[in-house]
């Protein structure tokens, strides 16, 4: 399955940063050296990053410590200052900003809310490609999952709609407030087109400092293109991925040896 970069640029800083775990922060690599030009070079994040974020919520997984150095090491801090106050009432976006260290329980927050969008695209996208799939029940529980952690409380409000109706239109406002202030648009070109109307389309280069926005732009990408998001069937990893094939079951050739593996030991 073809899968095209992201339509976004990101501009990382010109820092590295470090899990520092006996102070529960993400935290500034010190000495940093920048280089001459100060700004390091815009690059395409790889397309799938929502689903490698979303395995970063739960600290008690096994492979947490492990999956959680490395992403901070391949792709730095987050961009984020704080958590948003009051995110009880309506969706908040993230405070995004830079600052020299971010709490883990930020992280572990944000990728909670990036696992829950994955898993509610998910569960509409199955109940719309298999008719007898009951929807309700997963996406109720998923709302009770968001609330938990932080999201409005949408369920009081919703009365008898059924929830597969009201999801869809919740879960791209939650992911359109949490791109606010994230993404920038800059180099409009004009170019020639015969197709349009008046001669020449409009097109846009989309940008980012922040990680996090673009992990959010990730996700809706990926909605936005119906891309398939999937659960590795070892059963000892179940975690998110974006699969390059679409018969892909398992999340890493690590994976899909293990299980393997499992299975005749089983026998
Ligand atoms: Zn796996």
């Not at 008690?60 to 948003?84: K, M, N």
Request: hydrophobic letters at 40%.
């Amino acid at each position: 399955m073809k899968k095209p970069g992201m339509n976004l640029l990101f501009y990382p800083r010109p820092y590295k940063a470090r899990i520092e775990w006996d102070e529960k922060i993400v935290q500034v690599i010190v000495p940093f050296y920048m280089d001459k030009c100060g700004q390091p070079p815009a690059k395409k994040l790889p397309r799938g990053i929502s689903s490698r974020f979303a395995n970063l919520r739960d600290p008690e997984s096994y492979y947490f410590a492990q999956d959680f150095d490395r992403f901070v090491a391949e792709f730095g801090f987050l961009g984020i200052t704080d958590l948003p106050k009051e995110h009880f009432i309506i969706f908040q976006p993230p405070q995004y900003g830079e600052h020299y260290k971010e709490n883990i329980s930020w992280w572990v927050h944000y990728a909670q809310d990036v696992y829950i969008l994955l898993r509610l695209y998910r569960v509409l996208k199955r109940a719309r490609e298999h008719e007898e799939y009951d929807a309700e029940e997963a996406i109720d529980g998923l709302f009770s999952m968001w609330v938990k952690n932080g999201a409005p409380r949408m369920g009081r409000v919703l009365d008898d709609t059924p929830l597969i109706k009201v999801a869809p239109r919740i879960m791209a406002r939650a992911i359109a407030c949490s791109l606010t202030g994230g993404i920038n648009i800059s180099d409009m070109n004009v170019v020639p087109s015969k197709g349009s109307p008046i001669g020449f389309t409009i097109t846009e280069q989309r940008y980012t400092k922040y990680l996090l926005a673009a992990i959010y732009f990730d996700l809706w990408e990926l909605i936005t293109n119906s891309l398939p998001v999937e659960i590795c069937a070892y059963s000892e990893c179940n975690k998110l991925f974006t699969p390059k094939r679409k018969t892909a079951k398992y999340c890493s050739g690590a994976c899909r040896v293990a299980a393997y593996r499992k299975q005749k030991s089983n026998k």
